[in-house]
């Protein structure tokens, strides 16, 4: 008898806590393991730590709550609670931040990193807070690079013809309009099956998406051009955060802070390791680009279709930050 009347108890305190547990839902359109994957995983045990298992968070990774542009309207609306997404539809929301996705505009990850750590990356995300959604951290996808089926990019005259998937980012087709390819914007979980049918010849990403994506399955050529440095964002829906107390949303941001070191550790890694693993898996990796070319086609056109309405000051100052 006893040993059922504390059996009941036990299992009425662990009712409550279940029901004290809340469930948040992280989605990305990359890989459980990929860079996001590893990140979203960072920021989900150290939000367990801190919360003391109040928070219980799990991914919804692969395009399972749609891409990225459906994120971020889904993070609007409160219908996703949380999402790692690369800024590439974010310009649509938040105009400001279409700065980050000028060609050529980063030196390096360095450079990059510490914009984004910054004043200007602070300065950014008050302005994604200001467009009905909350920017915990800037996180990172990586230098994006252009793969094809046709023939190696060495020279922006080799990508003239070639039908290129690009991301929903004016500034970003701009660009490759400028280097002579035809960009076709489309959602990344529908890219996959438009390099198997040939709707589209080629797209660009960084190392860490075309491994996560196995996208030696469907193409051959790698060019390094490292053409545009693509950021990302850990995203929360206001909805959530604002149902939190001051010590909560706290936990948020420490944990957003340990999600977007390991994310950048994974950058790292895959930087190193990456090109190999490409190799390996049948991959012709084109290292050996003059870059200035494509440099000059894409700044003229792309920086245009930025400065028209923003003009240079934001410019000026990242390329100021040493
Ligand atoms: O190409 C894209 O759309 C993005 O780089 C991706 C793969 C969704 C990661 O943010």
């Known amino acids: 008898m006893k040993h059922y009347i504390l059996g009941t108890v036990a299992a009425l305190a662990l009712a409550g806590a279940a029901e004290a547990q809340q469930r948040i839902v992280i989605g990305t359109t990359t890989s459980a393991t990929s860079h996001y994957g590893v990140g979203a995983e960072a920021f989900i045990a150290k939000l367990a730590e801190l919360s003391d298992g109040a928070f219980v968070g799990e991914q919804a990774p692969a395009g399972q ?4 542009r459906d994120l971020i309207e889904g993070l609007q609306i409160g219908s996703v609670d949380m999402a790692i997404s690369s ?14 996705d000028l060609p050529f505009l980063f030196r390096d990850y360095d450079h990059a990193r510490k914009v984004l750590d910054g004043e200007i990356g602070q300065e950014l995300l008050a302005k994604v807070d200001e467009n009905n959604l909350v920017g915990l951290a800037w996180a990172e996808n990586g230098f994006r ?13 080799d990508l003239g013809g070639i039908k290129l998937r690009t991301m929903e980012n004016r500034v970003h087709m701009a660009a490759f309009t400028g280097m002579g390819a035809s960009p076709t914007p489309m959602a990344f979980p529908e890219l996959f099956g438009a390099l198997q049918q040939g709707v589209v010849d080629g797209q660009e990403n960084p190392i860490t998406v075309i491994t996560a994506s196995k996208f030696w399955e469907v193409q051959k050529y790698v060019s390094l051009t490292g053409h545009v440095y693509s950021p990302a964002i850990i995203l929360a829906s206001p909805a959530l955060i604002d149902g939190l107390t001051e010590e909560q949303k706290g936990w948020f941001y420490e944990a957003a802070k340990v999600g977007v070191e390991a994310n950048r550790a994974e950058v790292n890694r895959l930087e190193a390791e990456g090109v190999a693993l490409l190799r390996e898996n049948g991959m012709e990796v084109i290292t050996d680009i003059d870059k200035a070319p494509f440099a000059a086609l894409a700044e003229e056109s ?13 410019i000026d100052r990242i390329k100021a930050v040493e």
């Open 87 to 100: 800024s590439g539809p974010l310009g649509n929301f938040v105009p400001e931040v279409f700065a980050l």
């Open 65 to 68: 709550l749609g891409g990225e």
């Open 145 to 157: 690079h252009v793969t094809n089926s046709q023939r190696p990019i060495l020279t922006p005259e």
């Open 302 to 314: 792309a920086y245009a279709v930025y400065t028209d309405e923003y003009g240079t000051e934001m």
